[in-house]
Nanobody, 129 residues
Framework: QVQLKESGGGSVQAGGSLRLSCKASGSRYSSYCMAWFRQAPGKKREGVAN???????DYADSVKGRFTISKDVYENALYLQMDNLGPDDTAMYYCAVPSLDTGPWLSHCGFTESDFDYWGQGTQVTVSS
């Protein structure tokens, strides 16, 4: 069984920074595509950033140039460095990974929620103006 645990959320003022961490326990997940999603109150969950096994990354347009995704395969960890935060970044942030059964068969690493089998409980990020 794979469990994901996010941390690092909090309350900051606009222009501030936060670094989110996601630690995975268990080994039956695929590192082919690992991602961060977020869900703001009253809105649908959206993809924020993903990283492939070879290190290629992709970002939502709204966070490009401000957020940086990274991973440490030895620590089974995924990170999201968030700089120049604004009120629109206020949301619950989730990390997600596919299973070993799903990951190798993905045609590409994207933000399709059904591609991700394991999700964390989320960490809240609140940005005040």
């Amino acid at each position: 069984q794979v469990q994901l645990k996010e941390s690092g959320g909090g309350s900051v003022q606009a222009g501030g920074s936060l670094r989110l961490s996601c630690k995975a326990s268990g080994s039956r997940y695929s590192s082919y595509c690992m991602a961060w999603f977020r869900q703001a109150p009253g809105k649908k969950r959206e993809g924020v950033a993903n990283i492939e096994s070879d290190g290629n990354t992709d970002y939502a347009d709204s966070v490009k140039g401000r957020f940086t995704i990274s991973k440490d395969v030895y620590e089974n960890a995924l990170y999201l460095q968030m700089d120049n935060l604004g009120p629109d970044d206020t949301a619950m942030y989730y990390c997600a990974v596919p299973s070993l059964d799903t990951g190798p068969w993905l045609s590409h690493c994207g933000f399709t929620e059904s591609d991700f089998d394991y999700w964390g409980q989320g960490t809240q990020v609140t940005v005040s103006s």
